[in-house]
């Protein structure tokens, strides 16, 4: 073969790797999307900012004080929702002080929300684990965990990914999982999802408008 046949063939074959890389990583990001996606919108107003009514879903859990809970336990309330895992080395605890910090921030409006933290991994988050951790972000959060079926159940509902994952380098198992904190209303209408990118300053903005 000559040299420019030679060039053409690599150049097609890093084309179709760099074709199945973006195609894969899609995928992934999908799995990573809620149904519910309408984060690339700006806020609206505060009247019209229903993104989804009736958002989640009945679910009975254990609290970080060891008392069992359901949806009932927090309705008529406005609530900031986030599913992650105790053991997660970064993300879930920047996203729990993110919300801490959005909720002090919007004073008065900001001591009407619950701040709720639910584990999506049960077997190793269990009330104690929850107790010391939520205590390390702010004293109102609320810790929920529960019975494999039981998360298994409020992650179906809230429409939450999450895997477990195990690193052939690490002896312990990780858990991949959806980040996206839920603005909740009191008559349960989800207002509004933060993600990754989204600041405190952000969450406390949105507060401020809506409640
Ligand atoms: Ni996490």
């Excluded at 929850?130 to 079926?149: A, C, N, Q, W």
Aim: aromatic content about 10%; charged content about 25%.
């Amino acid at each position: 073969m000559n040299k420019r046949l030679i060039r053409i063939i690599i150049i097609l074959v890093l084309g179709l790797g760099i074709s199945a890389a973006i195609a894969a990583y899609q995928i992934h990001q999908e799995q990573n999307t809620p149904a519910l996606d309408i984060t690339k919108k700006k806020p609206q107003p505060a009247s019209t900012s229903i993104v989804s009514e009736n958002f989640g879903g009945p679910f009975t859990l254990t609290n970080h004080l060891g008392k069992r809970v359901t949806e009932k336990d927090y309705e008529g309330k406005w609530r900031l929702k986030y599913f992650g895992f105790t053991y997660c080395p970064a993300i879930c605890p920047t996203e729990l002080q993110k919300m801490a910090a959005a909720v002090d921030a919007a004073g008065e409006k900001g001591k009407k929300i619950i701040p709720i933290f639910i584990s999506v991994d049960p077997e190793r988050d269990t009330v104690e684990v929850m107790k010391d951790y939520v205590e390390l972000f702010h004293p109102r959060l609320i810790g929920l965990t529960g019975s494999v079926e039981e998360i298994d159940a409020v992650k179906d509902a809230y429409k939450v990914y999450a895997a477990k994952e195990q690193d052939e380098t690490m002896s312990d198992y990780t858990v991949d999982h959806s980040s996206f904190v839920y603005l909740i209303d009191p008559e349960n209408n989800l207002r509004r999802i933060f993600r990754i990118q989204d600041k405190a300053s952000d969450i406390t903005e949105f507060i401020e408008q809506v409640l």
